[in-house]
């Protein structure tokens, strides 16, 4: 079974701290994926990667940067965190190859910004 | 990003009833996958249909079957025979290049 998992479920920060989200995943894929999850948004892609040091911006990159040294680890990161970026953060992983490969994800990680 | 809309925010059925999501789409592209993922209450998000754009045959995995509508890009997903362990938040998920998500419906079994 491929395992996705993230560093934290819950985390609290206070404004302005740099805070970074890890992400590993168990089953040599090549893409990997960081989303927002809020309340009547759905999810929201914030940075993909789909090779070691490649990254590439999502639909809301503003505030966020990624870090990807290692195929198996994709990390997040707030520069400096901001209350805006209170939600839920969800980590996914996939094969590459074709658009209809499944994504799997992690538990993901609630932050809140206080 | 392509747009995605889950009109229906909230949903409730009784145990061993049938229920359906509905699911509309923007896009200008010719192929390209739909998909239907759950989110139980805790837990990680898992994929429980997906449907491709090209194959006219509405997809079906058990309990769970689409009903793919392309000129009219509509995706609804149904559940039959529900149960308990069908509570859960569903996405419906756009795909070309990069996966565009709907807002999410909350499905809730009632015993």
């Known amino acids: 079974d491929v395992k996705v998992t993230q560093s934290s479920r819950y985390l609290v920060k206070r404004t302005g701290e740099k805070v970074f989200l890890e992400c590993v995943q168990d089953?040599?894929?090549?893409?990997m994926f960081w989303y927002r999850q809020d309340p009547g948004l759905g999810l929201r892609l914030i940075y993909f990667?789909?090779?070691?040091?490649?990254?590439e911006k999502g639909d809301i990159p503003e505030g966020y940067s990624v870090s990807r040294e290692k195929k198996e680890r994709f990390s997040l990161i707030l520069e400096s965190a901001s209350t805006n970026q209170t939600s839920m953060y969800l980590c996914?992983?996939?094969?590459?190859?074709?658009?209809?490969?499944?994504?799997?994800f992690g538990p993901g990680t609630r932050l809140t910004v206080t | 990003a392509q747009t995605v809309t889950q009109s229906q925010p909230e949903m409730s059925v009784q145990e061993a009833e049938t229920v359906t999501l509905s699911c509309t789409y923007d896009t200008s592209e010719n192929n390209y996958y739909l998909f239907w993922y759950k989110q139980p209450p805790s837990r990680q998000m898992i994929l429980v249909i997906r449907q491709e754009a090209y194959k006219q045959q509405n997809a079906t995995e058990n309990r769970f079957s689409v009903n793919f509508q392309k000129a009219a890009k509509s995706f609804s997903l149904k559940i039959s025979d529900s149960q308990l362990g069908d509570t859960a938040m569903y996405f419906c998920?756009?795909?070309?290049?990069?996966?565009?998500f709907g807002a999410g419906t909350t499905v809730t079994v009632r015993a």
């Open positions: 990667s789909y090779d070691v040091k490649m990254k």
């Open positions: 998920a756009f795909n070309y290049y990069k996966l565009s």
């Open positions: 996914a992983s996939s094969l590459s190859g074709a658009q209809g490969n499944e994504q799997y």
């Open positions: 089953m040599d894929h090549e893409n």
